[in-house]
C-alpha cells in the first residue's frame, strides 16, 4: 500500500476491504506480518517517545484508528479511504478463521475476560482451531512464548493495551511465522 503520514507516522491508505484481501494473501502466503492499529493517543505518545515510535514504524502494516487521524489527513490533503480498526479487523479476521479453520492465539486482559472471550469464540466461531490463550497479567512470558512456537498459530491478537502491547510483538515477533496484531481493550468489548 502506499501512505500517508500524519505526525511522522504512515499510514496504510487502503479501504478495510483492500487490507482484508492482502491480510488473506499473507495468511495464504505464510508471510509473518506485524499490524499497529494507531488511534490519535497512539500517535500522541509515539511523538514522546522515539523508541516506541521505532517500534511501531517497524510494523508492516500500520491502520488509522480513529476519525482524528483521518481528519488530520485531509488536513494536509492526502485523505485517507476511512477508518481502519482494531476491533473490526480482529472480527473480520475472526470471520476468516472460523471459515478456514485457522490456528489461533488469543493473549491479554484480565483472567476472567479472557475466559468469556473463549467461550465466545467457541461458540460463535466453531470452525476455529483455538491452540492457545492467556490473560495479560501474566509476570513470566517464558511458557506463552514456548505454547506460540510450538503450537504456530496463524493470527495472534495481543490486548494489553499501547505501549506494551507493540514492545511485546516486536520482541517475540520471531516465534512464529504469524499475523500478528495488537487489539488493545477489544477482548473486553468482545466478552460483552
Ligand atoms: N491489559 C493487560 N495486561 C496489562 C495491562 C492491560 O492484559 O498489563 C489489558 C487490559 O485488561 C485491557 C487492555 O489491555 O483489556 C487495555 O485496554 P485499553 O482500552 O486501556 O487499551 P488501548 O485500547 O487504549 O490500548
Known amino acids: ?9 504512515p499510514f496504510i491508505k487502503a479501504t478495510n476491504q483492500e487490507f482484508l484481501t492482502q491480510l488473506q494473501t499473507d495468511i495464504d502466503q505464510k508471510k509473518r506480518r506485524f499490524i499497529v492499529t494507531a488511534n490519535p493517543e497512539i500517535v500522541l505518545y ?15 502494516y500500520i491502520t488509522p484508528d480513529g476519525i482524528g487521524i483521518i481528519k488530520a489527513a485531509q488536513t494536509i490533503h492526502q485523505p485517507l479511504p476511512e477508518r481502519v480498526t482494531g476491533y473490526d479487523t480482529m472480527v473480520a479476521l475472526l470471520e476468516k478463521a472460523n471459515t478456514q479453520h485457522l490456528r ?4 491479554g486482559a484480565k483472567p476472567e475476560v ?3 472471550v473463549v467461550t465466545k469464540v467457541q461458540q ?6 483455538l491452540v492457545g490463550y492467556h490473560d495479560g497479567y501474566f509476570k513470566e512470558d ?7 512456537h510450538d503450537k504456530q498459530p ?14 511485546w510483538i516486536k520482541q517475540n515477533l520471531t516465534q512464529a511465522q504469524a499475523i500478528w496484531m495488537g487489539v488493545g481493550g477489544s477482548f ?3 466478552s460483552g
Open 154 to 167: 496463524q493470527l495472534i491478537f495481543v490486548g494489553l493495551g499501547y505501549p506494551k502491547q507493540e514492545n
Open 114 to 116: 479472557m475466559a468469556a
Open 104 to 107: 489461533v492465539y488469543l493473549l
Open 124 to 129: 460463535q466461531y466453531p470452525g476455529i482451531d
Open 188 to 190: 473486553d468489548v468482545l
Open 142 to 148: 517464558t511458557q506463552i512464548l514456548a505454547d506460540i
Open 1 to 9: 500500500f502506499s501512505t500517508v503520514t500524519v505526525m511522522d507516522v
Open 46 to 60: 509515539a511523538k514522546d517517545h522515539p523508541e516506541y515510535k521505532a517500534i511501531i514504524k517497524a510494523a508492516d
